[in-house]
């Protein structure tokens, strides 16, 4: 098992039984309490868990967003099929000259296909999307400042909000914490509130969701999965969660991985 995957388990382990000890877990993956500690030390850094003396524990609460870092290993390659998949289907409705990307590590897989269709504009409050298009010459790139969130990696706050509120673009692609009951939901009311005002200047809006958003919970209520023009997910999706989302009333695409 690579480091990554065994964080990976880890980070579900204290997530489901509130604590892991350090013993244990080198007992049960054949390695070093050395190797545990720095695995916990990677989790602790990026907010997933709380390490303590004997080996880590849940933070006080499920409700918070995992640092981007983190995110960003997780689910890779339906991620990567989600984003290939929600391209598609913006080009084919040729809405792909201005483009939002909010904070979502998913639609960060949009960013290479994006850079090979120049010439747009993009417009992002997450600090890789911005960095990732600064050099791109054929890429007019719109900041939407604000607070700097540095476990996010993004710009939020009222500010953020009230710059939104000045743009138009042909498309936003947007993540969310959790899906359920027909609508979408993030822990931060104030995230909950941007993601809220990247949507009301779209025309349209794509949804992007894997697997895992279906069985998380969160408490602040970004809009209804019905405001958005499709909702795109992989194949891993539970066939319930999918007939949930078609008896919303929006547009389902099911993203297939591609294999080599």
């Given at each position: 098992m690579s480091s990554l995957d065994r964080r990976h388990v880890i980070a579900e382990r204290v997530r489901a039984q509130g604590s892991v000890r350090i013993d244990a877990l080198a007992e049960e993956f054949g390695v070093s309490a050395m190797t545990i500690h720095r695995d916990l030390d990677h989790l602790h850094s990026r907010g997933v868990l709380r390490k303590v003396r004997?080996?880590?524990?849940?933070?006080?609460?499920?409700?918070?967003?995992?640092?981007?870092?983190?995110?960003?290993?997780?689910?890779?390659?339906q991620k990567r099929a989600i984003a290939a998949a929600a391209l598609r289907w913006a080009a084919d409705r040729g809405a792909l000259q201005a483009v939002a990307l909010d904070d979502s590590t998913t639609a960060l897989?949009?960013?290479?296909?994006?850079?090979?269709?120049?010439?747009?504009t993009v417009v992002s409050?997450?600090?890789?999307?911005?960095t990732a298009f600064a050099t791109e010459p054929e890429v007019r790139l719109t900041a939407v400042g604000g607070e700097f969130v540095p476990?996010?990696?993004?710009?939020?706050?009222?500010?953020?909000?009230?710059?939104?509120?000045?743009?138009?673009?042909?498309?936003?692609?947007?993540?969310?914490?959790?899906?359920?009951?027909?609508?979408?939901?993030?822990?931060?009311?104030a995230t909950a509130d941007l993601k809220r005002a990247f949507l009301?200047?779209?025309?349209?809006?794509?949804?992007?969701a894997d697997h895992t958003k279906f069985t998380r919970r969160a408490v602040h209520r970004?809009?209804?999965?019905?405001?958005?023009?499709?909702?795109?997910?992989?194949?891993?999706?539970?066939?319930?969660?999918?007939?949930?989302?078609?008896?919303?009333?929006?547009?389902?695409?099911?993203a297939e991985e591609a294999h080599p």
């Amino acid at each position: 098992m690579s480091s990554l995957d065994r964080r990976h388990v880890i980070a579900e382990r204290v997530r489901a039984q509130g604590s892991v000890r350090i013993d244990a877990l080198a007992e049960e993956f054949g390695v070093s309490a050395m190797t545990i500690h720095r695995d916990l030390d990677h989790l602790h850094s990026r907010g997933v868990l709380r390490k303590v003396r004997s080996g880590a524990e849940a933070r006080p609460s499920e409700a918070f967003e995992h640092h981007h870092a983190y995110r960003a290993d997780l689910n890779v390659p339906q991620k990567r099929a989600i984003a290939a998949a929600a391209l598609r289907w913006a080009a084919d409705r040729g809405a792909l000259q201005a483009v939002a990307l909010d904070d979502s590590t998913t639609a960060l897989h949009l960013v290479p296909a994006l850079k090979e269709r120049g010439p747009l504009t993009v417009v992002s409050n997450f600090l890789p999307v911005l960095t990732a298009f600064a050099t791109e010459p054929e890429v007019r790139l719109t900041a939407v400042g604000g607070e700097f969130v540095p476990e996010f990696a993004s710009f939020g706050g009222s500010s953020a909000v009230a710059a939104l509120a000045d743009l138009h673009y042909d498309v936003v692609f947007m993540s969310v914490t959790a899906v359920s009951d027909g609508a979408c939901f993030h822990p931060s009311r104030a995230t909950a509130d941007l993601k809220r005002a990247f949507l009301r200047s779209a025309e349209l809006r794509v949804l992007l969701a894997d697997h895992t958003k279906f069985t998380r919970r969160a408490v602040h209520r970004i809009g209804n999965l019905a405001e958005f023009d499709v909702v795109v997910v992989d194949a891993e999706t539970d066939p319930a969660d999918v007939d949930a989302v078609r008896a919303a009333g929006v547009e389902l695409v099911v993203a297939e991985e591609a294999h080599p």
